[in-house]
């Protein structure tokens, strides 16, 4: 009971944090629901130790009716109404022990229904949010040449195999020059076999 007591208030609020923090900026209404949780995690937790204590008045009950059959050991009608009492206080303590499985259960089964809508309620922020992101258009930044390369150099061909690296290392320029004086965007894909580029190579 003072194990469950003790863990169940900070694993409930661990575990709702770990999942709320990516999406309780994303919507007001998980934030609602996190508020209204950690509220009722922190009253169960109240009544478990309201009923921590009263466990622990019937154990000290227990311990002076023992004291008392002690001192009046010998007294067969004391012994006879000590017995009734621990029997009585016995069959009370099963019944308590009862109601705390029972409770337990109700928490247990309260804070996974609780737990659940707000997997789904974030589920459907997560959802939102990237159907937003993904319904942006895409921006293309224009390409920018530059005219600082060499004005003098020769005429290629390009060859299977060729690439801008390949051929600014064979030709003894650099592959920015070349982009900047054939004006190539995308070398995987502006650069084709059998096309004629100019190759700027400095004097």
């Known amino acids: 009971m003072t194990i469950f007591s003790r863990l169940l208030p900070i694993f409930l609020c661990g575990f709702v ?87 337990k259960k109700q928490i247990i089964s309260e804070v996974s229904r609780q737990i659940d809508t707000l997997g789904k309620e974030m589920q459907s922020a997560l959802n939102t949010v990237a159907s937003a992101v993904s319904s942006q258009p895409t921006i293309s930044t224009p390409v920018r040449f530059s005219e600082d390369y060499p004005k003098t150099g020769i005429t290629y061909t390009v060859k299977p195999g060729d690439t801008l690296s390949k051929i600014a290392r064979d030709q003894g320029s650099t592959i920015k020059h070349i982009q900047n004086a054939n004006k190539i965007v995308d070398p995987s894909r502006d650069l084709h076999v059998g096309e004629t580029i100019f190759i700027p190579i400095s004097e």
């Open 17 to 103: 944090s770990f999942f709320v923090s990516p999406v309780v900026a994303q919507s007001s209404d998980v934030r609602v629901v996190v508020a209204g949780l950690n509220q009722e995690v922190t009253l169960l937790s109240q009544q478990v130790k309201s009923l921590r204590l009263e466990l622990e008045g019937m154990a000290r009950d227990n311990a002076r009716l023992r004291a008392e059959v002690a001192a009046l050991k010998g007294n067969d009608q004391s012994a006879a109404q000590i017995n009734s009492l621990s029997a009585s206080l016995e069959v009370l303590r099963r019944e308590y022990k009862a109601a705390d499985e029972a409770q």
